[in-house]
Nanobody, 126 residues
């Protein structure tokens, strides 16, 4: 089994940047598509960005395009999301998640992600 731990959340001002990290441990020899999800109060959890195991395929939601960048370092089993130009609508708990997938495939279905971290809060003040 894989265990995921997020870090890097915090309280920032609108327009600021923040980088979240997700460290994986355990059975990391398998190939996983990795995603960053977020859930705001009263709203459904939604996929923000995802990356294939190879790193060659990525997905960004419309709200993330042009502002967020996902990356991964398989040598350290860590994925990152750099978030720029944050606005109050980005306020949410951010979760990283893993889904078994072929190395070049990035999964975008929430149901396919079966391993989740505990989440990290991001709050953006106006």
């Amino acid at each position: 089994q894989v265990h995921l731990v997020e870090s890097g959340g915090g309280f920032v001002q609108a327009g600021d940047s923040l980088t979240l990290a997700c460290a994986a441990s355990g059975r990391t020899s398998s190939k996983y598509s990795m995603g960053w999800f977020r859930q705001a109060p009263g709203k459904e959890r939604q996929l923000v960005t995802a990356i294939s195991w190879s790193g060659l395929s990525t997905y960004y939601s419309n709200s993330a395009k042009g502002r967020f960048t996902i990356s991964r370092d398989n040598a350290t089993n860590t994925i990152y999301v750099q978030m720029n130009k944050l606005n109050p609508e980005d306020t949410a708990v951010y979760y990283c998640a893993a889904a078994l997938a072929p190395p070049t495939i990035v999964l975008t279905s929430t149901a396919r992600y079966t391993i989740w971290g505990q989440g990290t809060q991001v709050t953006v003040s106006s």
